[in-house]
């Protein structure tokens, strides 16, 4: 993949047997056009820091190659503290891995709008 830079969109979900999986997107420009890839659904065993952050480098990496990674400038995650931790979630574990200490993590508009309407609909 010829392009500049990278983001990274990702979410995790549960299935009927409890095993946790992450979806992976790559969003990249291409001749002035957004565009959104998807990359794959892998399960893993245990949703931590450390093997969510190995898990996606590795769908990116046997999707893209390894230099694709140098490229990553942005990542879009659920917010979760796993993925968002300022000193081992998944978007810092990526920086360090990456070297790319630029790399900006996202909260998803989405989740946030869901948590919102969770904390009122408490009240």
């Known amino acids: 993949m010829k392009k500049k830079f990278i983001s990274i969109i990702t979410d995790g979900s549960t299935d009927s047997s409890f095993t946790e999986a992450e ?9 002035g056009k957004i565009k959104v ?10 949703a931590d820091a450390e093997t969510l952050s190995n898990s996606l480098l590795k769908s990116v990496r046997e999707t893209f ?22 000193k081992s979630g998944v978007v810092q574990r990526i ?4 070297g790319n200490a630029f790399i900006t993590g996202v909260h998803c ?4 709008l869901e948590l919102a309407y969770k904390d009122c609909s408490k009240k």
Do not use: P, W
């Open 23 to 31: 979806i992976l997107y790559v969003r990249h420009c291409d001749q």
């Open 37 to 46: 890839k998807f990359v794959s659904v892998t399960n893993v065993a245990k």
């Open 65 to 86: 190659g390894d230099d694709i990674t140098r490229k990553i400038v942005g990542m879009g995650t659920d917010g979760a503290s796993v993925m968002t931790g300022l």
């Open 95 to 98: 920086r360090n891995e990456t």
């Open 109 to 112: 508009a989405g989740h946030r």
